[in-house]
């Protein structure tokens, strides 16, 4: 038995370029693992790095996507590889060949379905179908989790270009690695999964980072100290940042470090540069004298040790983002609001000296480049390293501030978006609503339209890389003092408008970059003319989310006036009167046909084919939903709600689901209004009233 680790491309696993005698290795999935669990986010993570690693100028340089632990099993003289981690990569990458060879007619020569599961015959059956269809067998029934990702990446391969996508294909088979490494053959399988699946966490990147960042203080006992709380105090993305400084008071002081970063009432934001920080620590540098960087570094609790909250605010509130990403965020504003930190660096050949600049573009929202990142900017000499060390000090501080009371989050509460700032009123802490609020209520109804922009900014953009939306609202709110509520509104409906024409409804060589959309163009839409609106909406299921989302937004804003332009005698009574006061956005993924492609009877097929892609005839629902479903006709579908239960839908569904028939002229009425009403754009704000 070898139990040497080996480097393996994913050509190896799937494509080997041997002779055609050449078997594949089969991977077997153990009963005590669990079932396929990946999501839309982590689907899409996976297409969009390796295809931004297969685009980048270094391309030569391989993309690993982790370790295969297996256990070889013998089977009737072969050997199969009992997966005992990564089996949801190794699922993932059988789906992604499948989608190859079928939609977009790769010839992968050796390419089978290498993967079956040892306690589970519908997700192996459903694999052995998504390779050949013409394997279907009567009574079978199907993975749905398996075959939503195939439609995802399916939705997702589409969106590249077929020289792109050649190159795709081409870095998947020779510089995508995984490293496969068996275990020991008298190893107890179930026990090493037990121990496996609760091992202690290898150091995080970001910790890493820390301490690269710490190195610049060395003998600065106080600088090191405050540092280090304000990174502890912003590493825990779902509790509020206050609540990471400490609230005692030493002997003589009126004021504890809380108060006087966040003032008496904890809403504001005192301190302007890093210096004021560290002065808001008065007695520290006594304290840290001899603390060691370990000792530093395995102390998470900063000052507030004495703090009586416990864990008050911590399991409220579900985060959008990481903490690693959060840190990317804050340097690409960082770089891009200041002038000082310019990368400059020099390459010889035997003749001359090439000076580069490094664009503040540049900066990735990929936490795996992490490091690489960061020390672009901490291994230069173009300016000082602990003047920069301490600007994204105080920079992390008070975007991680504005962050908590400008950025949603789910509140554990309801389990709803929430947008909500701490506030302590004699000594008793509450969360109200950032804009209007003064209780713990649903609040204005400013509040609840942010609420619903960033919630539809954030649905359409699940994957955390994509997340521009989050970079251009961090951009926004970082040096206004208190965010006006109309001026946010604006600014993020203008965003939407950027988003929709200089992106969405652009050809790829038109396309505007997010990074000038939010810096150049501060987050307004400069593209006006050769817009073909339609080619990008009568697409079928390649019609974008966004699309989808930012006309959930507009309906929700003209709910009654929208439903009101159906003509009396085509509503539908039972579902015309329906309320949306309930709606949220969440993650809908799949793009549905009302009216169905394939209806289960023959004589169902709709006349007019061509209308079936019509954007009018298109809907955003969840991915469950789609698959059970699909295939109604439009009666139908609305036979599994009430008119009081489909407040978890789409509101262009709702609207669709007023009309009493659904056809062709239906179709075509509802296309051209919504095509209307999605062009529709940021009114005017009286710029006297609010603070743009």
Known sequence: ?????KELSIGDIFNPKNNETTQLDKYVIPRYQRNYAWLEPHIKQLIQDIYDYSNRTENTRNYYLGSLVVYERAVEGDIHYETIDGQQRLTTLNILFSVLKNEFHFNIRNFEINLRYDSR???SYT???????????????????????YEIIKKELKKIDTKDLNSFVDYLNESVKLLRVPVPKDTDLNHYFEIMNSRGEQLEK?????ANMLDVFKKDAKSTHVFNTIWEACANMEKYVQYGFSTYKEKGEHHSVRDLIFGADWTSFVPRNFDEVVNCFKTVSDKSDGETMLHILGNEKGDISKNKEGKKGQERFTTTINFSNFLLHVLKVLVNQSNKYIIVSETEDETTTTTKTKKSEDVPLD??????????????????????????????????????????????????????QLKVSKGNHSYINTFSGNDDSDGSSENQKVILLLSMF???APTLIYKHWLNAVLNYVLNRDEVNENGYIFYLEQLSDAYLYDNFLAEKEDRVDYYDIIYTNNGKRSRYNNINIEAFLNKGTGVENFIFNRLDYLLYNQWEEQKNNIPEELRDPRFFNSKIDGFSFNFRSSVEHYYPQN?????????????????????????SQNSKLSNLLPEGK?????????????????????????????????????????MTTAVKINKETTNI
């Not at 694999?127 to 990702?149: C, S, W």
């Not at 009371?405 to 947008?419: C, F, M």
């Open 1 to 5: 038995m070898n139990t040497k680790p």
């Open 121 to 123: 015959p519908k997700s």
């Open 127 to 149: 694999l052995e179908y998504l390779y050949n269809p013409q394997t279907r067998k009567d009574g079978y029934t199907f993975n749905q989790r398996i075959l939503e990702a």
């Open 206 to 210: 970001h910790e890493v980072l820390k």
């Open 367 to 420: 936490d795996k480049r992490l490091l690489d990142t960061f020390n672009d900017y901490l291994d230069n000499n173009s300016f000082d390293k602990k003047e920069f060390v301490e600007d994204f000090g105080y920079h992390l501080l008070k975007l991680k501030n504005k962050y908590d009371k400008y950025v949603i989050k789910r509140d554990g509460v309801d389990e709803k978006w929430s947008l909500k």
């Open 458 to 460: 954030h649905v359409s």
């Open 599 to 623: 209806p289960h009877n023959e004589q169902d097929v709709l006349e007019n084919k061509s209308v079936l892609n019509n954007f009018g005839n298109l809907c955003l629902i969840s991915s």
């Open 638 to 678: 609305k036979s599994h709600y009430s008119p009081n239960d489909i407040e978890s839908e789409s509101i262009k569904q709702r609207l669709m689901m007023c009309y009493k028939n659904w056809n062709t002229t239906e179709i075509e009425d509802h296309y051209k209004k919504m095509k209307t009403l999605l």
